[in-house]
């Protein structure tokens, strides 16, 4: 995420909810379950009651959009080149705060799991992924909500499945609680090993393993461990 200046746009734009386009969910409640229990365990690292505190996830949300807009690429008067990776980066970022959103410390990861499913199967599209982006956005600000659907269709867009959402997914959530364990909140944390970044290394890592294996997030952590500088 990057300090950047910027319009958020929040004009509502016609919708057309589609289910050809939308993420088939049916075999990856599981993962669904998984995120939710990860994000839930990260929040709690950073205040055990973190649901009643009212943090404002919505603003996180739409801030996320923006920035994305301009890894996308909107302005007219200039070519532009979308940057494909980062665009799917902010777009996991953006998960973990839609699932903030939803956890509310009483309804269930598997009843939560089912909404998101549904939600997600029935992905909402506009035009392009521009105007997608902005129904996204437009509901972060207007309903303080996390629009799944919006979600789905700017996944959908960018050519995202559900596997490359959980792949980063998890990869990032393992790396926030890396960066927690190896003194992040106390300024003691090394960001840059042998010349690369955290991130440029999660992204070795996570590229190396299956992300099907039952282990997924332990292993991810201990290839981050096994690169970071021994003090």
């Known amino acids: 995420m ?17 289910k050809t386009t939308g993420i088939d969910m049916s075999a990856n409640l599981n993962k669904l379950v998984v995120m939710l229990e990860m994000q839930n365990a990260m929040n709690t690292k950073v205040h055990e009651q973190w649901f009643t505190q009212g943090f404002e996830w919505y603003r996180a949300i739409w801030v996320e959009c923006a920035e994305m807009l301009d890894h996308h690429g909107w302005k007219w008067w200039k070519k532009q080149t979308p ?18 959103l939803r956890i509310d410390g009483e309804t269930s990861y598997e009843d939560l799991a089912k909404q998101l499913e549904t939600e997600l199967s029935n992905a909402q599209q506009a035009d392009d992924f521009k105007q997608t982006l902005e129904i996204l956005a437009a509901s972060a600000v207007a309903d303080k909500t996390f629009n799944a659907g919006a979600f789905a269709g700017c996944m959908a867009q960018m050519g995202m499945d559900i596997d490359d959402l959980y792949r980063g997914y998890v990869g990032k959530n393992t790396l926030n609680f890396f960066r927690q364990d190896h003194g992040y909140k106390d300024g003691s944390y090394i960001k840059e090993w042998n010349g690369q970044e955290d991130n440029e290394h999660l992204v070795e890592v996570v590229k190396s393993l299956d992300t099907e294996h039952a282990d997924f997030a332990k292993l991810v952590y201990q290839g981050l461990e096994a690169r970071y500088p021994k003090i």
Request: charged share 15%.
């Open 2 to 18: 990057h300090n950047q200046h910027f319009i958020c746009i929040i004009t509502p734009t016609k919708i057309t909810p589609t």
């Open 83 to 100: 940057d494909t990776e980062q665009v799917i980066l902010e777009l996991v970022d953006i998960f973990h705060f839609g699932l903030s």
